[in-house]
């Protein structure tokens, strides 16, 4: 008897697949997490998708950072990957599951969208340390220095700032994604901290 197989869960495995991939975190990682990552995520799947609140996300994706730290190992397979790497891997996957593919279902994503952090790398930190250069104490200078949940929620928290400042239309998923462009395009420029809210890319 040929194995029946469920079309949507295989396509949830694929979209992590591709999330991890998409993440360009993987190279940093010792050989073989890339399926440690895989299998956590997919198994605690149920508590992202069903999350009713904020809180309840929040409650998801710590416990799988607080594992990452634990088990991820980075290429001289003795120290373990810090907070902010393992939490940037996750936010891509995330972006990509919830934001790019709209899964669960289409009204479900809207709702979690809402509560997705900004996948901050080393060039977005830099922007905001220009901006908020006294905010955090001491200011991180790549992902691998941010070293615990506080340092991490910080600088989510600075996201949020610069949002609420400069773009008040845009969620953090967005600002990532607007800022990952902009850095890499050099589009970013030295008045960017003073700017005016503008009304987004995504929404002209």
């Known amino acids: 008897m040929v ?10 495995r694929n979209v992590i697949d591709m999330g991890l991939n998409f993440s360009a975190m993987l190279r940093l990682y010792w050989t073989g997490s890339k399926r440690e990552l895989y299998q956590n995520i997919f198994s605690e799947r149920k508590k992202l998708f069903e999350a009713k609140s904020k809180e309840e996300f929040t409650s998801f994706h710590s416990g799988i950072c607080d594992w990452g730290v634990g088990n991820i190992h980075l290429r001289d397979g003795e120290t373990f990957a810090s907070y902010g790497q393992i939490a940037k891997t996750l936010d891509v996957v995330l972006k990509v599951a919830i934001y790019y593919c709209h899964l669960p279902d289409c009204e479900k994503c809207r709702e979690i969208s809402r509560w997705l952090n900004a996948a901050v790398d080393t060039k977005m930190m830099a922007m905001l340390r220009r901006c908020y250069p006294h905010a955090l104490k001491p200011w991180p200078t790549t992902v691998h220095e941010v070293s615990d949940r506080e340092s991490y929620n910080a600088i989510q928290e600075l996201v949020r700032r610069f949002i609420r400042e400069k773009h008040p239309d845009i969620l953090p998923v967005q600002f990532d994604d607007i800022y ?12 960017e901290c003073s700017r005016q809210p503008a009304v987004s890319p995504l929404t002209k």
Do not use: E, F, H, M
């Open 3 to 12: 194995q029946q197989y469920d079309p949507a869960k295989i396509r949830l």
């Open 180 to 191: 990952w462009w902009k850095l890499n395009k050099g589009k970013v420029y030295s008045d």
